[in-house]
């Protein structure tokens, strides 16, 4: 069944139909949702709130990509996330009590202990320098880099110009290299970037 | 020298593009001038390779796995439609509230400064009755003085001919004092009726009541009634027919006893060709000699202009709040109805 008969399906109300949309985008919107919160268990929240605002609003979906509208969506659930932490910071649970060794990364089986404390590392490095970013930047350079989308789809996403993402990138990724290369010590010793 | 400047702004220009560049997002002239930059400039290479070293960290930091799955219950299709019902209700809500908001803006404006005394209500209620009703009563007897006057002068059919299509009647209008009625009755906002009705009581000279009327008549009425008797007569005869055809003209300027006032000078006009009315507008003659004279006095032309630039006054603010705050309801609602569609 193509997408967009799913899709046609699930206007009409059926719920399964919608599911199905749901198990093809989930990782992508689960993912972009921790890169641009830092955060699981309010990634998961967003995530969750982003198909169910989806699957209310699906009469508002105008076709073309169905990736790019539950991306919409889901940004538009993280930056509701943030502004709401924002009025009442928590410190999380499960931040404080996060274990490294139960997280919730792909194991390559194949993947030695030290190589896998490294990815470690290395992403936590990642989202610590994120994290420093304005999230209009951050959201562009998540989809970009990290989820490999074109400039096209994070322009639709976005709603913004062409030119804007372009520009937005490119500010995004000079401020995360300032930061790698001023917290040079956050990074693994094989990740770290030589400006020389 | 002029290669260092070239350097400069090359390096201004290449530094913003350097992202796009490891894309391959350039246009050909960017890509080549970046190129060409880049084989020259030490620092330009250095941000490239640390850029290029960024993003593919970015490529290569784990996939997180979900910690659940985002599948949606069956119960969400009834909460869907429940969902719906409400989204439907708020809309309805929206609007209503924003109706309402209105109205009630409207309505608050309009008794606060009636209430604290803007418009002086109490001075404008017997005004107005005083202003109203002895002008309904003055119009008709007024009307009934005209025909009698009329029947008394001269044979009635000749003047409804004169009146419908007697070229050398208009003429003689025309001749005899049309600029001053004319002015008359776009002139003055409330008195324009009263000029006519008295102009038309004006008009045969030789009749018991004139003396004062004429005295409080108008000017055109004064020049007319110098003329012979037939000239009233043809000029009594257009000012009626004007009265008709302008009432809309002159009701839109005019208070609350208009409408009384235009519904009177209809019937005068109806009325004017029969007979019947003649000896019913003898017996009602002299009632009537009084009342134009106490009209006259208390005319209004000199009353409404004290008082209608506090009412337009105040007209137009009540317009300007009315429609600032339909603006500003239409605005809201319509933020409202725009950050409702932009959050999906």
């Known amino acids: 069944m193509s997408e967009e008969a799913l899709v046609a399906s699930a206007r009409q109300g059926d719920v399964n139909a919608f599911n199905r949309l749901v198990l093809a985008y989930q990782e992508l919107a689960y993912n972009v949702a921790y890169r641009i919160l830092g955060n699981e268990d309010k990634a998961a929240d967003a995530t969750q709130d982003a198909f169910l605002r989806g699957y209310r609003a699906l009469e508002q979906f105008r076709g073309g990509s169905f990736k790019v509208w539950i991306l919409r969506i889901v940004t538009n659930c993280c930056y509701d996330q943030l502004r709401a932490s924002q009025r009442r910071p928590t410190a999380s649970l499960d931040d404080i009590l996060e274990d490294d060794e139960h997280s919730r990364l792909f194991e390559d089986d194949a993947e030695r202990p030290e190589e896998h404390v490294e990815r470690l590392e290395l992403d936590e490095a990642i989202q610590e320098g994120l994290g420093e970013l304005p999230e209009d930047q951050r959201a562009v350079l998540v989809m970009s880099d990290i989820e490999g989308l074109s400039y096209e789809e994070i322009a639709k996403v976005a709603a913004v110009p062409l030119g804007t993402i372009k520009s937005r990138l490119s500010r995004a990724r000079a401020k995360l290299r300032d930061y790698l290369l001023a917290n040079k010590e956050l990074l693994p010793e094989g990740f770290r970037l030589r400006d020389s | ?344």
């Not at chain 2, 208009?170 to 002139?187: K, Q």
């Not at chain 2, 009705?197 to 110098?226: C, F, H, Y």
């Open chain 2, 1 to 344: 020298m002029v290669s260092k400047i070239q350097m400069h702004l090359d390096h201004k220009a290449v530094a913003p593009n350097l992202s796009a560049y490891i894309d391959g997002a350039l246009a050909p002239q960017d890509r080549e001038r970046v190129e060409r930059h880049l084989a020259v400039c030490p620092e330009c290479q250095r941000d490239l390779a640390t850029l290029r070293q960024t993003v593919s960290l970015l490529r290569r930091i784990p996939v997180k796995r979900v910690p659940r799955s985002f599948t949606l219950p069956m119960s969400a299709q009834a909460e869907r439609t429940a969902h719906r019902r409400w989204a439907l209700a708020n809309s309805f809500m929206r609007v209503s509230a924003a109706a309402v908001s209105f109205m009630l803006l409207l309505l608050l404006s309009t008794d606060a400064v009636l209430r604290f005394g803007a418009i002086p209500i109490p001075d404008m209620a017997p005004r107005a009755e005083k202003y109203a009703a002895p002008r309904a009563s003055e119009v008709e007897t007024a009307s009934q003085v005209i025909e009698t006057r009329e029947v008394e002068a001269a044979p009635l059919e000749p003047t409804v001919e004169e009146l419908v299509k007697g070229p050398p009647a208009a003429e003689h209008v025309t001749a005899a004092e049309p600029s001053p009625l004319v002015e008359g009755m776009g002139g003055g906002p409330a008195g324009t009726p009263e000029q006519e009705v008295s102009a038309a009581k004006a008009l045969p000279a030789p009749s018991q009541p004139m003396p004062t009327e004429s005295a409080n008549g108008s000017r055109g009425v004064m020049a007319a009634g110098k003329g012979s008797e037939a000239t009233p007569m043809t000029s009594v005869a257009p000012t009626a027919a004007a009265a008709i055809e302008a009432p809309a003209e002159e009701s839109a300027g005019k208070g609350g006893g208009q409408p009384t006032q235009d519904n009177a000078t209809s019937p005068t006009a109806e009325i004017l060709p029969t007979e019947a009315t003649f000896a019913s507008s003898q017996a009602v003659v002299p009632t009537a000699e009084p009342e134009p004279v106490s009209i006259a006095e208390g005319e209004p032309p000199q009353e409404a202009p004290a008082l209608s630039p506090l009412w337009q006054f105040w007209r137009t603010v009540r317009l300007l709040a009315g429609l600032l705050a339909g603006l500003l309801c239409v605005l809201f609602a319509g933020l409202l109805w725009t950050s409702r569609k932009r959050r999906i």
